[in-house]
């Protein structure tokens, strides 16, 4: 499967954005999704993810009440809306995809990489 993530850019804090990441290839509700972030010297770590199914979601604690991640199967489609965002949350954004998957945190289960978004949240 190729992913493809869009949507990023920069945004005020307390701003909104909605990332999109579209997916071509083998059937996408077979994958879990998951959204990742990085910034320069830190390691990747996991910001949401929703299983195949769509009914196992997880959020690491940072983003909970604020982002939500959402997949619409009929347009290959994994969506990240982040509202209240804060500088913080500032990093390039990867969308990632588990065949089979729960939508796990751990990014070595997925084998399958965007080619990542910026988010930048300044005044």
């Known amino acids: 499967v190729q992913l493809q993530a869009s949507g990023g850019g920069l945004v005020q804090p307390g701003g909104s954005l909605k990332l999109s990441c579209v997916a071509s290839g083998r059937a996408f509700d077979d994958y879990a999704m998951g959204w990742f972030r990085q910034v320069p010297g830190k390691e990747r770590e996991s910001v949401a993810a929703i299983s195949w199914t769509g009914f196992s979601t997880y959020y690491t604690d940072s983003v909970k009440g604020r982002f939500t991640i959402s997949r619409d199967n009929a347009k290959n489609t994994v969506y990240l809306q982040m509202n209240s965002l804060k500088p913080t949350d500032t990093a390039v954004y990867y969308c990632?995809?588990?065949?089979?998957?729960?939508?796990?945190?751990?990014?070595?289960?997925?084998?399958?990489w965007g080619q990542g978004t910026q988010v930048t949240v300044s005044s």
């Open positions: 990632a995809a588990d065949l089979y998957g729960s939508g796990t945190s751990d990014n070595s289960d997925y084998a399958y």
